[in-house]
């Protein structure tokens, strides 16, 4: 059973970089039959797709978010990470990450609540 | 790349049958065989009902189903139970590797 778990600073200052990492236990992260995406929630609204990478090194972002984006990996520790940079208030969102199968988000991590405040 | 349109709410009785509207375009889900659905109940992480737009993953019950016409997904809960009391969102692939996710809509179980 593939499992993914969150984890960073709950709390970043305006105009700061945002970081968090997704540990994927179950399966491997190397494996060419996935992808892996970040997805966010600001509180009391929908989802919104935040980016993805493969495990060929590519990765592809939402046209919206691209230039603040960068997502990365680390296969010896089976994570990959977000950054998202110049983070405001509308930043503000519970962070999941997920795993891409036939074009769906199939497993979900619990999500993490990042809130942008001073 | 917009959001999906969705019905803000819905609702219905036990027993009874309601369906959720998905509407896209001809780039998203127009185009694509790559709709998904998902529930959502408060507090906890979305979870996969339907993917490629009307297929279960294993252990979801066979109440949900899937469609698509043209532009627009349909998500059908049939015999409403208290425990499908959550949020729904459609997603659709939109191409060049990208996806755009519905606005939700909120079931509820009267």
């Known amino acids: 059973q593939v499992q993914l778990q969150e984890s960073g600073p709950g709390l970043v200052k305006p105009s700061q970089s945002l970081s968090l990492t997704c540990t994927v236990s179950?399966?491997?992260?190397?494996?060419?039959?996935?992808?892996w995406s970040w997805i966010r929630q600001p509180a009391g609204k929908g989802l919104e797709w935040i980016g993805r990478?493969?495990?060929?090194?590519?990765?592809n972002y939402n046209p919206s978010l691209k230039s603040r984006v960068t997502i990365s990996v680390d296969t010896s520790k089976n994570q990959f990470s977000l950054r998202l940079s110049s983070v405001t208030a509308a930043d503000t969102a519970v962070y999941y990450c997920?795993?891409?199968?036939?074009?769906?988000?199939?497993?979900w991590g619990q999500g993490t609540l990042v809130t942008v405040s001073s | 790349q917009s959001a999906l349109t969705q019905p803000a709410s819905v609702s219905g009785s036990p027993g009874q049958s309601i369906t959720i509207s998905c509407t896209g375009t001809?780039?998203?889900?127009?185009?694509?065989?790559?709709v998904s659905w998902y529930q959502q109940h408060p507090g906890k992480a979305p979870k996969l009902m339907i993917y490629?737009?009307?297929k279960r993953p294993s252990g979801v019950s066979d109440r949900f189903s899937g469609s698509k016409s043209g532009n627009t997904a349909s998500l059908t809960i049939s015999g409403l139970q208290a425990e499908d009391e959550a949020d729904y969102y459609c997603?659709?692939?939109?191409?060049?590797?990208?996806?755009?996710f519905g606005g939700g809509t909120k079931l509820t179980v009267l």
């Open positions: 990478f493969y495990t060929s090194g590519s990765t």
């Open positions: 001809s780039s998203d889900v127009g185009s694509y065989n790559l």
């Open positions: 490629e737009v009307n």
């Open positions: 997920a795993r891409i199968s036939y074009g769906s988000f199939d497993y």
């Open positions: 997603c659709s692939y939109v191409g060049s590797i990208t996806w755009v």
């Open positions: 179950g399966g491997s992260i190397s494996s060419g039959s996935y992808s």
